[in-house]
């Protein structure tokens, strides 16, 4: 049973920085395309940001380019997501995903969601 663990979540205020990680309990991790999506209350999930199995290739969402950064740590089955200059529209529950390429139809691994709230 493959488990994605989200954490660092928070409150911080518009402006700030928080970075996420999400361990996974899986051996093939390296094997992997990892990324990140984000629902804010009453509104569809969106992506957010990807990361190739390797780490050599990231893409991120319009809405997030130049303030987040996604990596990985491999040796660690660890994704992460730096998150600067906050928005209080950023504000949603944070989930990393797994699957076997980018941006599939279906993912095969979801974690639970971990919360971010920017206030103004």
């Known amino acids: 049973q493959v488990r994605l663990v989200e954490s660092g979540g928070g409150l911080v205020q518009a402006g700030g920085s928080l970075r996420l990680s999400c361990a996974a309990s899986v051996r093939t991790f390296s094997r992997y395309v990892m990324e990140w999506f984000r629902q804010a209350p009453g509104k569809e999930r969106e992506f957010v940001a990807g990361?190739?199995?390797?780490?050599?290739?990231?893409y991120y969402a319009d809405s997030v380019k130049g303030r987040f950064t996604i990596s990985r740590d491999n040796a660690k089955n660890t994704v992460y997501l730096q998150m600067n200059s906050l928005k209080p529209e950023d504000t949603a529950v944070y989930y990393c995903?797994?699957?076997?390429?980018?941006?599939?139809?279906?993912?095969?691994?979801w974690g639970q969601g971990t919360q971010v709230t920017v206030s103004s």
């Open positions: 990361c190739t199995a390797s780490g050599g290739s990231r």
């Open positions: 995903a797994a699957s076997t390429a980018p941006r599939p139809r279906n993912y095969d691994y």
